[in-house]
């Protein structure tokens, strides 16, 4: 399995750490939040000396927390697209081959679903023109069934790649009903390039691996490493435990077979 690892999951820790503590684990890569590079000043020549320097991959998340693709205010919609735009330019820069981005949402959940979609194609057909120029695709996210969501099933992310035909998925299995068939959802939805793995719990989204109460079986773990994409394990942590608890969950399962020296 192409494990990686979301700077997240180290927040507030210098970067060089990250990476050495990802080469630690013997992962493949580490997926950078742009929120994170942001508020932290990572330069892009500092990301690719690591890059080089610790042999891993590098796959791009764009901002998403305070921000909205499918907003019917104008400004905050372009200034969304400014920012993903942005991502598409880091990505090629580090030669990463897609970002992966938060489709947007409503601003009043009891408002018809049409005004938002509307303002969402907006936004994609810019991206779309953006992404094709620059080279470099974009991976909307299947995020979870909330009142303000608009893009929960897999059917609606399909529905869009009909329209954007070189735009990728990204499947992350947190976002799944606690008593939904995970598997069945991961083979709905098309396109898939990146696939996010943490538990959940009813109160709360992306916890530890096996700490939650989603369900996964064994047979998930195969499904998931026949898509042959990168897998990222997320979270946001402030130490080392919740990374810690992923890595002692996957080794438990013997998808990680090596021995976890920093992390037993």
């Not at 690591?50 to 998403?64: D, G, T």
């Not at 330019?89 to 992966?100: D, E, R």
């Not at 938060?102 to 907006?122: L, T, V």
Request: proline share 4%.
């Amino acid at each position: 399995m192409n494990l990686y690892a979301s700077t997240t999951l180290f927040w507030g820790q210098p970067l060089e750490t990250i990476f050495q503590k990802v080469q630690d684990a013997e992962l493949q890569g580490i997926e950078l939040w742009m929120e994170q590079m942001q508020l932290e000043n990572w330069s892009l020549p500092k990301i690719e000396q690591l890059m080089q320097q610790y042999n891993l991959a590098v796959s791009i998340h764009a901002r998403s927390w305070d921000l909205n693709l499918a907003s019917l205010n104008e400004e905050i919609r372009n200034a969304s697209v400014h920012e993903i735009m942005n991502a598409l330019y880091i990505s090629k820069a580090l030669n990463c081959p897609s970002v992966t981005i938060h489709p947007g949402r409503k601003m009043i959940a009891s408002h018809p679903s049409i005004f938002y979609e509307q303002a969402m194609d907006k936004s994609l057909k810019t991206l779309y023109k953006a992404s094709k120029k620059i080279g470099v695709s974009i991976s909307l996210e299947l995020l979870e069934e909330l009142p303000k969501e608009l893009y929960f099933e897999p059917e609606a992310l399909n529905r869009l790649l009909e329209k954007y035909p070189s735009f990728k998925t990204t499947f992350d299995i947190a976002h799944i009903g606690l008593q939904d068939n995970i598997e069945e959802k991961l083979c709905q939805l098309h396109n898939i390039d990146k696939i996010h793995i943490s538990d959940a719990t009813e109160q709360r989204f992306h916890v530890a691996l096996g700490t939650g109460q989603l369900r996964l079986p064994k047979t998930l773990w195969h499904r998931i490493e026949e898509q042959n994409v990168p897998v990222v394990l997320e979270g946001l942590c402030y130490d080392d435990t919740m990374f810690t608890q992923h890595l002692n969950y996957l080794k438990k399962l013997e998808i990680i077979n090596h021995e976890l020296f920093s992390y037993k």
